[in-house]
């Protein structure tokens, strides 16, 4: 039973689209991630988000925007895909068993498999 | 804030020989650090991780990473390399709130030679 799934894994779509990739954990986890991985596979954080507070690096475009329906699922909506955004996009959740949130950083993340985006 | 370097974007060893994938960290405080693998078309799976309870940490597979605070080092190790270890090996950071995410080395790609 995969504890952070991700859809779809493979998504191939036109300039200027805007397009949605889907995340869901099962874990109970309270806190959520998107991480981009480049093409050079460099990891990067994107977001952060638990039931209280979304955490936005400041370097994401605001065409990028989470979505949270509820606690197991964060979504990730990218508005006029540009070329540039041709990366695999990775889902991690994690927990901190105190109960503090967001989760402190001793927890592990536990992510995904991966969306592989790519702009034509 | 907190960030890691791993020195050697790839690195080459014989089946059985010993394995060694260095990081080393800048961080004013105790930091939480980790080993992540990714394997081909996979996500990222934990290693291990070290979270100040002892230096040195074991982790799954064989490997095990000490933490040397007079070196802000923490390189992982494996004592016999298995052709099933060939993969990308990330070293992250994170800060004392979880909420800022992780911060990652630009990763090592292990080669196991027959």
């Known amino acids: 039973d995969t504890a952070v799934s991700q859809t779809p894994k493979y998504l191939v779509t036109q300039m200027g689209n805007d397009k949605s990739i889907k995340c869901e954990q099962n874990?109970?986890?309270?806190?959520m991630y998107w991480y981009k991985q480049d093409s050079k596979k460099f990891l990067k954080i994107m977001f952060s988000?638990?039931?209280?507070?979304?955490?936005i690096n400041e370097t994401v475009p605001n065409r990028f925007s989470p979505k949270s329906p509820d606690k197991a699922h964060l979504n990730l909506h990218i508005n006029s895909l540009e070329l540039g955004d041709s990366a695999v996009y990775f889902c991690?959740?994690?927990?901190?068993?105190?109960?503090?949130?967001?989760?402190?950083?001793?927890?592990?993340?536990?992510f995904g498999d991966g969306t592989r985006l790519s702009i034509l | 804030a907190q960030s890691v370097t791993q020195l050697g974007s790839h690195v080459s060893v014989s089946e059985g020989a010993l394995v060694l994938l260095r990081c080393n960290y800048s961080?004013?405080?105790?930091?939480?650090l980790f080993w992540y693998v990714q394997y081909p078309n996979q996500g990222l799976q934990l290693l291990l991780k070290?979270?100040?309870?002892?230096?040195l940490v074991k982790g799954i597979n064989g490997f095990e990473a000490e933490f040397k605070k007079s070196e802000t080092s923490f390189h992982l190790t494996k004592p016999s390399a298995h052709m099933s270890d060939a993969a990308e090996y990330f070293c992250?950071?994170?800060?004392?709130?979880?909420?800022?995410?992780?911060?990652f080395g630009k990763g090592t790609h292990l080669i196991i030679q027959p």
């Open positions: 070290y979270t100040s309870a002892a230096t």
């Open positions: 992250a950071v994170i800060s004392g709130g979880g909420a800022d995410g992780l911060t």
């Open positions: 988000y638990n039931n209280k507070e979304l955490i």
């Open positions: 874990l109970g986890h309270d806190t």
């Open positions: 961080s004013s405080v105790p930091p939480y």
């Open positions: 991690a959740s994690s927990q901190d068993p105190s109960g503090h949130l967001p989760a402190t950083g001793n927890q592990p993340q536990h």
